[in-house]
């Protein structure tokens, strides 16, 4: 019998990939943010608002990751965005090779804002590096305020957190600064935005403050 | 559920570090996984064993550790084990603490065995 010491990183070809995907980005200037949340908080929806806003302003460039269809990269094909599709098959989370696949299918110029958009599921993708420069989480208003709580790897690992739909908040129980409690006893520096995708609410603010991570 | 994702890595790591030849049965990986990696170990122990039976891997144990998340207060220095990953420091209430250990996912050592036949 012999043992044989190993010490290796379980995810490090991931994290090796995700740091060539990094030095790229920021080599090109290129701002990549994996935006993060359950199914159905309206990741999609901020990203295509976002889009409307800002594109004549700055290059807007997205990489949807989704278990099926290609349903998404229609909708921000449909704003004349450059977008890739990546379709996971089931798997629960992009990875680093994913990530680095798509991004060679693209057409991207230096100094570009790059929204990944990432499988919703609250859990896996918060263990996966990208290369990206920071995570967005994302809650909806119908979430429950608890769910910061529920899943605290994805709020502990971001550095902005989008409460979305507040525009509903007149006929729900929620409570934003419940949820925005919640999330600052998981990481006290998350910056955050309230949002509405239907009335816009809190959208300049958002956008302003990618203006601001873009230096323009 | 990303647990089989986790468990091929494993089985990829292990494989890449097997003396050439197939005179080896591997006993056993020993693995650490920190409280905070939002890793299960039964479906990666599930994962491992399915995995791993085409593999000259089959029959192996997958020995996990876990590792207790703990945090150093940026403002009185203290060390702390967290139970709930609420991050503030139990001494004096600063949420600015840093996270020393918990999120660790590494394959740390295997045992290997020649095979009966072998000898």
């Not at chain 1, 929806?45 to 800002?54: D, H, P, R, Y």
């Not at chain 2, 940026?74 to 209430?93: Q, R, W």
């Given at each position: ?9 379980i995810?490090?070809?991931n ?5 060539e ?17 359950s199914p ?5 929806s901020v ?13 807007i ?13 229609e909708?921000i094909?449909a ?10 098959n ?8 994913l990530?680095?696949d ?25 263990a996966y ?39 509903l908040?007149?006929?729900i ?13 998981i990481?006290?520096?998350?910056k ?15 956008c302003?403050y990618?203006?601001d991570?873009?230096?323009? | 559920?990303?647990e ?29 996984l ?14 491992f ?6 593999t ?20 009185c ?18 949420p ?6 918990g ?17």
């Amino acid at each position: 019998m012999s043992l044989i010491t190993l010490e290796r990183k379980i995810l490090e070809k991931n994290d090796e990939i995700a740091d060539e995907n990094r030095k790229l980005f920021s080599e090109m200037g290129i701002l990549a943010l994996n935006l993060v949340s359950s199914p159905g908080s309206g990741k999609t929806s901020v990203i295509e608002e976002t889009i409307k806003m800002l594109k004549q302003k700055i290059k807007i460039a997205v990489i949807e990751g989704d278990c099926q269809t290609n349903l998404d990269a229609e909708r921000i094909d449909a704003l004349g965005i450059p977008v890739v599709q990546i379709v996971t098959n089931g798997s629960c989370h992009l990875d680093a090779m994913l990530v680095r696949d798509a991004f060679e299918k693209m057409d991207i110029d230096n100094s570009t804002l790059l929204f990944i958009e990432n499988v919703g599921n609250l859990v896996c993708p918060a263990a996966y590096d990208l290369g990206e420069a920071m995570k967005v989480v994302i809650i909806s208003t119908t979430e429950g305020d608890d769910k910061p709580l529920k899943y605290p790897a994805m709020f502990r690992n971001s550095e902005v957190l989008i409460i979305n739909k507040i525009d509903l908040l007149p006929y729900i129980k929620s409570n934003v600064k419940e949820i925005i409690k919640n999330s600052h006893l998981i990481n006290p520096n998350l910056k955050v935005f309230t949002t509405s995708c239907t009335s816009l609410e809190g959208l300049n603010e958002w956008c302003d403050y990618l203006l601001d991570k873009l230096k323009i | 559920m990303h647990e089989v994702s986790i468990a091929q890595e494993i089985l990829t790591i292990v494989e890449s570090c097997l003396p050439e030849g197939n005179r080896f049965k591997v006993n056993w990986v020993k693995i650490e996984l920190g409280e905070f990696s939002n890793i299960l170990p039964e479906p990666l122990e599930f994962g491992f064993e399915v995995l791993s039976k085409e593999t000259r891997l089959s029959g192996a144990r997958l020995l996990i550790e876990k590792i207790p998340l703990t945090v150093k207060c940026s403002v009185c220095g203290i060390i702390t084990t967290l139970t709930e990953p609420f991050f503030y420091c139990p001494l004096c209430d600063s949420p600015n603490v840093e996270i020393l250990t918990g999120t660790e996912m590494k394959v740390i050592e295997i045992e290997i065995n020649e095979k009966d036949d072998a000898k």
